[in-house]
């Protein structure tokens, strides 16, 4: 069955550095988002992604946030100079119809 | 207030019981949706339920909803020991979007053997 992947599984970086989490998902889907989840705290909503475009974000994706579908299947997520308070679990998600969601295993961000 | 409240927040059972996990939302909705998440794992959809829609089964599991009291119920019968994981119902309110899912804090659920 195909499965969204994201890599890496886990990345520690230092403040101020940048980052980019990546994301393949599944084939033949058409909607792409990234979700946050901070430590014990609810997973957040951050981009939601169509037809080449941002089509919604949330607050927490500020300037510092961009999303890129560089190549028709990969779909990363930078984050321009990392805070500690970036420190969460990052999960992509693909769909093919728009309430259809499928989450990969998550990037964990570590910045110290 | 928040969107996609479940209650308890913790609940620990004895395998092979019944396990029964609430979720109240305050706008309305589209549609709400029940997600398990695995320790540091990625959420796995487990059912939809539709705004027009009452009950939906999947097996083992069993989804209420009831738009009059914005609450939902998600109910795994015969609990596993495998079914440990925290579960979260997530909401597409409309209006705000048609594509984002909106989380709830989520219930711990511990099946003990």
Known sequence: EPEVTQTPSHQVTQMGQEVILRCVP?????????????LGQKVEFLVSFYNNEISEKSEIFDDQFSVERPDGSNFTLKIRSTKLEDSAMYFCASGYRIYEQYFGPGTRLTVT | SQQGEEDPQALSIQEGENATMNCSYKTSINNLQWYRQNSGRGLVHLILIRSNEREKHSGRLRVTLDTSKKSSSLL????????TASYFCATVPPGQGAQKLVFGQGTRLTINP
């Open chain 2, 76 to 83: 795994i019968t015969a609990s596993r020991a495998a079914d």
């Open chain 1, 26 to 38: 599944i084939s033949n889907h058409l909607y792409f988002y990234w979700y946050r989840q901070i």
